[in-house]
């Protein structure tokens, strides 16, 4: 009995033994799995544009507010709201009796002076008539320019006292907006800049451009320095009309495409640097310069939208390296500079 006994904690030794043998075996065989697969980044498109914000309203190419110039009962109305009109012609007309009354007596007077007055009194004369005519022209209210009537509000029969608006004339063939520009951006105004104009009336961009600013600056209730400059709308949705409010741009140079993509994803091999992509293992030369601190513009070698492999790792603070920042997802982990050569970038040409 003894013998079997013995017989039986030898056997039961032996599987501990191997059962720990296979453990160990196996946590060697896990400590030294490879690494997870290196990163892989995307090289983006952005777009860097240098303008100047603004915001404003628009107002119409030219506007005359009908006002009468002198009081009196409306005798005539000849247009409408909506309608077109030509630079002269007679909006409204008051009772203009009495001027023509007035005129009528002086040209009889001016008659009998020039058989038997004086050729300084009949000078004098004709120098009243000039204004006994103006009164009259004074009854009507008429188009300063070319344009619509947008608004009318009077009657035949109405009475007026002088500069009582009865109306508004607008010219609509181009916008204008006059937009506050910060005293330090006056430097970058060129006459003909482009602008780009979005209305919340609207879903089209609205261009427009720069035509002048004065010579002097604003300052505004806020404190600060302006200049007032001048936008010009050439065409515009006809949904846009004037006092519309915008937001916008003043484009100072046109819009530029970036390549840029974590610094990361560049590798070093001589005096060159390249990248290699992710589906193909191709390696593809290219040509950075620095883009922030963990990014770089690729000037040459990459379209965007490539997928790209990690060719250097990210530095860790601490000794020991963090597992997220190798294993990353795609923007380029913690610390600055680590996994370049001597902890800096990569030489920026081929």
């Not at 006002?67 to 409408?80: D, F, H, P």
């Not at 600060?224 to 949904?239: G, H, L, N, S």
């Not at 603070?317 to 380029?332: F, I, L, V, Y």
Request: glycine residues 10%.
């Amino acid at each position: 009995m003894a013998k079997k006994k013995s017989v039986k904690i030898i056997i039961i030794v032996i599987i501990v033994l191997a059962l720990i043998a296979g453990g160990v075996i196996a946590a060697r065989k896990f400590l030294h799995k490879p690494a997870a697969q290196d990163s892989i980044y995307t090289a983006k498109v952005e777009t860097y544009e240098n303008i100047i914000e603004i915001s404003g309203t628009v107002a119409a190419a030219q506007e005359q507010k009908l006002q009468a110039l002198s009081s009196g009962t409306v005798l005539a109305v000849y247009v409408k709201a909506g309608d077109k009109v030509k630079k002269g012609d007679v909006i409204l007309q008051l009772d203009d009796t009495t001027e023509q009354y007035n005129l009528a007596k002086h040209d009889y007077d001016m008659a009998a002076t020039r058989i038997s007055g004086s050729a300084r009194e009949l000078k004098l004369k004709e120098t009243q008539r000039l204004s006994l005519l103006q009164k009259i022209e004074d009854r009507k209210v008429a188009a300063t320019f070319d344009g619509v009537i947008a608004d009318l509000d009077v009657a035949v029969g109405d009475s007026l006292e002088a500069k009582d608006a009865v109306g508004t004339i607008v010219n609509i063939d181009y916008l204008t907006a006059e937009v506050e520009v910060a005293e330090t951006d006056v430097a970058k105004l060129e006459v003909g800049q482009e602008v780009e104009l979005k209305f919340s009336a609207c879903n089209e961009k609205v261009i427009g451009y720069v035509e002048s600013w004065p010579a002097i600056g604003t300052v505004t209730s806020r404190g600060a320095t302006v200049v007032k400059a001048k936008i010009k709308i050439m065409d515009y949705p006809a949904t846009i009309l004037p006092n519309f409010s915008f937001t916008g741009k003043i484009y100072i140079e046109a819009p530029v495409d970036n390549v840029i993509v974590e610094r990361y994803a560049i590798g070093r091999e001589e005096k060159s640097t390249y990248v290699v992509l992710a589906k193909t293992g191709e390696k593809i030369p290219v040509r950075v310069v620095p883009y922030g601190r963990d990014y770089v513009k690729v000037v040459e070698g990459l379209s965007g939208g490539e997928q790209l492999l990690q060719q250097t790792k990210p530095a860790v603070s601490g000794s020991k390296a963090n597992g997220n920042n190798r294993q990353g997802n795609g923007n380029g982990g913690g610390g600055f500079g680590g996994g370049m050569p001597m902890g800096g970038m990569p030489p920026m040409g081929r």
